[in-house]
């Protein structure tokens, strides 16, 4: 069966990067293009983007362009967010999701504190 | 495309009927998907296709619309009901989740 499994919580410094990988198994990687959504604390779901496994093109919502990086490797059948000069207002709850048909990654929480 | 869901919290008694309204700004056609998010659970798909019960979720849950109107019911809530209900529309390129509507128990 499908089954998403993601890197642990992080907590890091304004500026810093972070990088949060989504490990995929049950399927063939490269069929199905993977989605990022965020959930800030307290607040609802909120789309970023998606990758295309099959050529790694990824899209951005309109609301994570600039310093949100989709990237893959097909080779470990795995998928990373990177977020780039952290603010304060990237933290909350990330998830990885096939094609939401299937069960979600289960969430890496990001923490960003001075 | 943006999504409004209605009302943004309801309380309701066991056995209840319960109907929570989206609305889409443009039309999707049945591009529309409604989720549970339990408290600190991952969200996980009700309804597909605006009226596909997922295989496995309980038959009280049911949605209905098409265009920019959308419902989900649930008919003769449970306990295990209490949750955040997300619509999603995925009429692509881009997908765009409603804000929410917490449902908890009178």
């Known amino acids: 069966q499908v089954h998403l499994v993601q890197s642990g919580s992080q907590l890091k410094k304004p500026g810093a990067s972070v990088k949060i990988s989504c490990q995929a198994s049950?399927?063939?990687?490269?069929?199905?293009?993977m989605n990022w959504v965020r959930q800030a604390p307290g607040q609802g779901l909120q789309w970023m983007g998606l990758?295309?496994?099959?050529?790694?093109?990824?899209t951005y919502a309109q609301d994570f362009t600039g310093r949100f990086v989709f990237s893959l490797d097909p080779a470990v059948n795995t998928a990373y967010l990177e977020i780039i000069n952290l603010k304060s207002e990237d933290a909350g709850i990330y998830y990885c999701a096939r094609d939401f048909h299937a069960p979600w990654g289960q969430g890496s929480r990001v923490s960003v504190s001075s | 495309i943006q999504l409004t869901q209605s009302p943004s919290s309801l309380s309701a008694s066991i056995g209840d009927t319960v109907t929570i309204s989206c609305r889409a700004s443009?039309?999707?056609?049945?591009?529309l998907n409604w989720f549970q998010e339990k408290p600190g659970t991952v969200p996980n798909l009700l309804i597909y296709g605006a009226s596909h019960l997922k295989e496995g979720a309980p038959s009280r849950f049911s949605g209905s619309g098409s265009g920019t109107e959308f419902t989900l019911t649930i008919s003769g809530l449970q306990p295990e009901d209490i949750a955040t209900y997300y619509c999603?529309?995925?009429?692509?390129?881009?997908?765009?989740f409603g804000q929410g509507t917490r449902l908890d128990i009178k």
């Open positions: 443009q039309g999707i056609s049945d591009y």
């Open positions: 999603q529309q995925y009429d692509h390129p881009s997908i765009t």
């Open positions: 990758i295309n496994t099959k050529n790694g093109n990824p």
């Open positions: 049950g399927y063939t990687f490269t069929h199905y293009a």
